[in-house]
């Protein structure tokens, strides 16, 4: 009965804990104004999700990927939400980073069609970084 009693103050200073520094931390920023600064802890993983349709030949370029703090978990992933039933609709591009060294960095993605050179991004997302 005594190592019952123990354990559940235990249990919840764990839980506590756990519940404090959260092994991934997802980011849905909006285009439309500035990025909250993201911070995080060596180990944590970053889930990026911005909406995007590349049946209109826009797509997210990442430009700056943090490399000195983070490091991709793979290239972009897109999904389109199950209920839309609409061909060419909207869904979302995801990108996963580990934090992977303390210090500083910048996230920057622009929204554009790769073969208009000569034109301004329609979008731009940008992100500080802060690894501890």
Same mark, same amino acid.
């Given at each position: 009965? $005594?190592?019952?009693?123990?354990?559940?103050?235990? +249990?919840?200073? &764990? &839980? !506590?804990?756990?519940?404090?520094?959260? !092994?991934?931390?997802?980011?849905? /920023?909006?285009?439309?104004?500035?990025?909250? /600064?993201?911070?995080?802890?060596? +180990?944590?993983?970053? $889930?990026?999700?911005?909406?995007?349709? /590349? $049946? $209109?030949?826009?797509?997210?370029? &990442?430009?700056?990927?943090?490399?000195?703090?983070?490091?991709?978990?793979?290239?972009?992933?897109?999904?389109?939400?199950?209920?839309?039933?609409?061909? =060419? +609709?909207? +869904?979302?591009?995801? %990108?996963?980073?580990?934090?992977? !060294?303390? =210090?500083?960095?910048?996230?920057? &993605?622009?929204?554009?069609? /790769? %073969?208009?050179?000569?034109?301004?991004?329609? *979008?731009?997302?940008?992100?500080?970084?802060?690894? *501890?």
């Amino acid at each position: 009965m $005594t190592a019952a009693r123990l354990l559940l103050p235990f +249990g919840l200073a &764990l &839980l !506590t804990a756990c519940a404090q520094h959260p !092994t991934n931390v997802n980011l849905e /920023p909006d285009d439309r104004k500035p990025c909250s /600064p993201v911070a995080l802890k060596v +180990g944590q993983t970053l $889930t990026l999700s911005l909406p995007s349709n /590349p $049946t $209109t030949g826009f797509r997210w370029q &990442l430009q700056d990927a943090a490399p000195s703090v983070l490091h991709s978990l793979g290239p972009e992933v897109y999904s389109t939400p199950e209920d839309a039933g609409v061909v =060419g +609709g909207a +869904g979302e591009s995801i %990108w996963r980073f580990q934090a992977r !060294t303390p =210090g500083e960095g910048r996230l920057l &993605l622009v929204y554009l069609r /790769p %073969w208009e050179t000569d034109v301004a991004p329609a *979008k731009r997302v940008e992100c500080q970084v802060s690894v *501890k």
